[in-house]
């Protein structure tokens, strides 16, 4: 199952993640940016997540997922337009076909909570 892999992969940066933290931790929530064009469902992806995630690291997170906007470069007006729908990639302004895709295509991790186990502090670690 693609979803599958997308969130090992996921495990795998949070595990990188986590390796730049002083000890012990717990990850409480994870947000994923995904844009319209990643070729993946939200609801697929919570779906793998959920059924991933046991004796993992990520064991007990709580998974948010965030619209990334569509961006495509219009040639008529040669400027970035943010797009409504990927079925459809016309310019917003002057109704022309834009084919440049600039955003939208993104499956990323946007940040991390975890807890510190020695201090039961949240923080928020932000990745980008
Ligand atoms: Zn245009």
């Known amino acids: 199952m693609h ?3 997308i969130i090992e992969h996921i495990i795998e940066l949070v595990g990188e993640q986590l390796a730049q933290q002083q000890g012990p931790v717990r990850v409480t929530a994870v947000r994923l940016r995904v844009g319209p064009l990643a070729g993946v ?3 697929a992806l919570r779906f793998a997540f959920d059924a991933t ?3 993992t690291l990520l064991d007990g997170a709580q998974l948010a ?3 990334a906007p569509l961006i495509a470069w219009c040639r008529i007006c040669l400027a ?3 797009l409504d729908s990927p ?22 991790l946007a940040w ?17």
């Open 80 to 82: 970035e337009r943010t």
């Open 112 to 128: 991390l909570e975890v807890v510190d186990l020695n201090e039961t502090n949240e923080t928020t670690h932000a990745t980008s």
């Open 87 to 108: 079925q459809r990639l016309c310019c917003p302004i002057c109704g022309r076909p834009t084919p440049d895709v600039l955003g939208g295509k993104e499956l990323e």
């Open 65 to 67: 997922i965030e619209p």
């Open 53 to 55: 995630i046991p004796g």
């Open 41 to 43: 469902e939200p609801e």
């Open 3 to 5: 979803e599958t892999s």
